[in-house]
């Protein structure tokens, strides 16, 4: 499968980098049917968010692209924060292209 035209370069890395080669067609197909509460198709941003908060596993990108048309903002918070001393912190910027190397 090659790079679709609707999602950026970086997710497709990530999904290629990140997901089992059983998974990634139907990780790519999630994220390309992923909505916000509108119905347009999110922002890069949010699809980074969401690809980075499953963690690679297909369940968890389902479940945080369903989210997107729910309340984007928790997406934002799964994918771009941590809990780090009893709070949560932001540690990583996904308005930026995921870099694969600092992962």
């Known amino acids: 499968m090659g790079l679709p035209v609707n999602l ?7 999904v290629q980098a990140r997901f089992p080669a059983s998974e990634r067609e139907a990780a790519i197909g999630t994220l390309l049917a992923a909505c916000i509460h509108t119905g347009a198709f999110p922002e890069e941003r949010l699809l ?11 369940f968890k ?22 809990v ?18 600092e992962l």
Not at 48 to 58: E, I, N, P
Not at 84 to 101: F, K, Q, S, W, Y
């Open 48 to 58: 980074r968010c969401a690809a980075m908060a499953s963690g690679g596993d297909l």
């Open 61 to 82: 990108l389902q479940y945080f692209v369903g989210l997107l048309a729910i309340d984007w903002r928790d997406v934002i918070v799964a994918g771009e924060y941590a």
């Open 8 to 14: 950026p370069a970086d997710i497709y890395a990530y």
């Open 84 to 101: 780090l001393e009893c709070g949560l912190t932001h540690v990583r910027n996904l308005c930026a292209p995921i870099n694969l190397d």
